[in-house]
Every structure is written in C-alpha cells, then in structure tokens.
DNA sequence: TTTTTACTGTTCATCAAATAACAAATATTA
DNA sequence: TAATATTTGTTATTTGATGAACAGTAAAAA
C-alpha cells in the first residue's frame, strides 16, 4: 500500500476511535455523514480517506462497523505492534502513561526512563520507570521503537542523541527544543507554548 | 492587520521563543537562513512569514533580533495579555502549569479547576486550584478568556458546555472527545494518542 | 572605482489537502 | 413496475501552503 498523507493517518486513528464508541453504543452500521458528524469533519471527507484504504460498504446500510475498526487497525498498526517507551517519568510522563492505561492498541508502553531517584524504580500505571543508564540495554531486550520525550528542554537535545544513537526509530518530542534526528528516524514534535499562542490569537482575532 | 495562516502564527510563537534563545547567547541580529536552521524549515519559509508582518531588516546584517521579538508580540499577543485556566488538575494539568512558570509571557494562568477535594485550594506552580463550581464567579472575576482542558474524556463534553455557557472564548482540548463549540468559540484540539499512531504508522512504513 | 559576494523581498511554480460535483447503485415509495 | 430518495466511490476543481527563482541592494574585495 502507499503511503497515506499524514493528515489522513490522523484521521484513521480518530475514525478508530470513534467507531469503537459507536460499536459502546450497540450500534453496528455507520453512514459516512454519521462518522463525519462524530469528528466535525465533512463526508466526503471520511468517503475519501476510506477510499484511500480501499474500504468499501454495503450500499445503503453505511460501513460496518466491525470491519471498518478491523480494516483501520490493518492500515495503520503494525502487525506485531510497537513498543513505547516513556522517556522523562514528570507530570507529563505520567499523564501519558495513564492515556494508555486499559486502552487496548497496538502500542505497549513497555517502559519509562528517569535519572531522579525519587522516580526510578517506582510503577505509574503499571510501568516501570528504570534509570536512563539502563536504556541501551532494555531499549534492544524490550525491543523499543518509539520513545516519547517529555523531559526537560534543557536536557532535550542530549537526550534525543542517546535514544538515535541506540536505535530509536521513532520520536514524539513534547519539549519546547526542536530537534535534530537522522533522515531514518521519524520525528513528530508537539509545542504546548506554541498551541496555547495560536489559541490566544485567534481569541484576540475574533473580537 | 489580515488574520495569518494558522500555520504561520505557530511559527510565529516557534520564531520568538528561537529569537529568546539567541538573545540569550548574546546575538543581537540574525539572518533568515539561521533562523530556518533553528525551526528545521527553509529560510524561504522565514522571509515569507516576516513579509506577512511586514517586518523590513537591515540590508546585510540580518535581522534586529529585539526589534523583531517584539513586533512578533505586537502581532500575535493581546495588548494587555489574555488569563488562562486550566481545567482539571491531574497529571497533564499540572505538567502545564509547570510549562508557564517563570515563562514571561503575555498568557497569564490565573487559575486552575478539579472537583477532586485532593486537589482543590492547593497550589502548583503558584497556581491555586479551586472548585469548579465557583467557575462562573472566578470566570468573570479574573477575567478568563481561554481554557485548557485537561479533564478525563468522559467529563469532556459537559464541562465544555459549562464553560462555553460561562463565556470562556477559547479551548485547548487534550482529552480524547471531539468536543462541539460555537462558532465565536477557538477551539483548537489535541491528541495524544493519535500522535503516538501516526509516528508508529510512519515507523512502520520506513522499515 | 569597479566587481564580487551575500542577503532580502517578492513573484512564480509546485505540491498537498480540502471541497465540490456527479455518475452508479440500491432501497423505498407510489 | 416505475419513480424517487439516499448514499457511495471517484474525478475535477479550488484552496492553501511550501519551495524555487530572481531582481534589487548594500557591504566587502579587488
């Protein structure tokens, strides 16, 4: 299959999400207008993207919902699933954590890593956090391909050296730095800063 | 001014906190081809979003970094600052009251809400946290314009409507509802885990 | 002084994403 | 049965964002 734009990857885990509501609510079939309602979005919008998967429905009775859910999964989790880990157990660390917690995806948070005493060894959510020494080797014996960063900016850059340098291949940066990653690792950085800015504008824009 | 992209806006937030940084390193004036270089996009990319604002440099010596901080804040802050509030104050609540600390900016967290008696009357970051059913009176009180919710999925779409109802104007949503607000309501949503399954599918897809 | 070099501001071209338009398919109603 | 209504899959159009090209300008070098 090819690659699918970034934007409709988003889409597809939201879809994912919604329909397994749905699926709560005891329903089974879903019209595209419905699934777009659930995420503000336009129908042709869901009609596009899932032709882009190559769904198809049943005319007239909307997506089954099931399959739907089953077809999403086969697009975009990895077969075997990934492992996470949490890099910097803080607040943020540990909301993440908890995210996951019973939620059950193709991502294992098999892991967290700290070097504050006061959090090494402790379990939040049912995740060890070791101290980052211990990284190099748990990161091959657990088999970690993603790590989330979300310690301090000072130390962000410092950081994201070590998890490249021992095989990381895929970052979630919550750090205010932006950061510097080889062509084969995949970087998604997040800026709360930045978020809460943009928001302050367009309030101010809308007077 | 014309409203910006809402792309540009967040450079604009990502310009100003590179400019703070280099300011800090001494610089006093810098050229669009290093700015690119500390956000990882174009210099190309830069002088159009300086166009956008109108801002000129000096021919050959780059641009003043002071001058253009604080054209940058004449463009996307309010004149006399916007208040904030968070809105449930478990992990992530605190990790952002903790992001704004010590940050000099013109969004000022005046206030943070939780019905959890552990939480409320304490304080994070210098931060109290009331009860959210004093909302309506603090809202209007301290004049609080944005809010970040940070409360658990299932309380999402009623406290928004609370908080809509209470005249708030602009939502930063980290739960993992869709939330549905008014037209003259900002509402600007992320998601975590939808991050996480975007860099694992692209993970997988660069294998 | 003249030439070269180094940047900028702006226009033009390309690419990606979102929206609109519409033929095809099937259930429902008349 | 024929006509209508509903919903899909796909193509075409528009919009928006990014990247490339280039003329203009000032400092530095010759």
């Given amino acids: 299959m090819k690659k699918l734009?970034?934007?409709?990857?988003?889409?597809?885990?939201?879809?994912?999400?919604?329909l397994l509501?749905?699926?709560?609510?005891?329903?089974?079939?879903?019209f595209s207008h419905e699934l777009a309602a659930l995420l503000h979005i336009t129908a042709v919008q869901v009609r596009r993207d899932l032709m882009l998967i190559g769904y198809g429905s049943v005319m007239r009775k909307g997506y089954d919902i099931r399959?739907?859910?089953?077809?999403?999964?086969?697009?975009?989790?990895?077969?075997?699933?990934?492992?996470?880990?949490?890099?910097?157990?803080?607040?943020?660390?540990?909301?993440?954590?908890g995210?996951?917690?019973?939620?059950?995806t193709k991502l294992n948070v098999v892991a967290a890593f700290d070097i504050d005493p006061?959090?090494?060894?402790?379990?939040?959510?049912?995740?060890k956090c070791y101290h980052f020494d211990n990284f190099k080797r748990l990161r091959s014996e657990l088999d970690i391909t993603i790590g989330v960063l979300?310690?301090?900016?000072?130390?962000?850059?410092?950081?994201?050296?070590?998890?490249?340098?021992?095989?990381?291949?895929?970052?979630?940066?919550?750090?205010?730095?932006?950061?510097?990653?080889?062509?084969?690792?995949?970087l998604e950085e997040f800026d709360?800063?930045?978020?809460?800015?943009k928001v302050a504008y367009f309030v101010k824009e809308n007077q």
């Fill in 5 to 18: 734009p970034g934007k409709t990857v988003e889409r597809l885990s939201e879809y994912r999400r919604a």
């Fill in 118 to 127: 006061q959090k090494v060894d402790k379990v939040v959510s049912g995740v």
């Fill in 67 to 97: 399959e739907l859910i089953k077809t999403i999964g086969d697009i975009i989790d990895a077969p075997t699933g990934l492992n996470v880990a949490i890099i910097g157990m803080g607040n943020l660390g540990r909301a993440i954590t």
């Fill in 21 to 30: 509501g749905s699926l709560a609510d005891n329903r089974s079939y879903i």
């Fill in 99 to 104: 995210y996951f917690m019973g939620k059950r």
């Fill in 150 to 186: 979300t310690v301090p900016p000072d130390q962000g850059k410092a950081v994201t050296a070590q998890l490249v340098s021992y095989g990381i291949k895929g970052i979630l940066n919550f750090t205010t730095v932006s950061l510097n990653v080889p062509e084969n690792v995949y």
């Fill in 192 to 197: 709360m800063i930045t978020s809460i800015e």
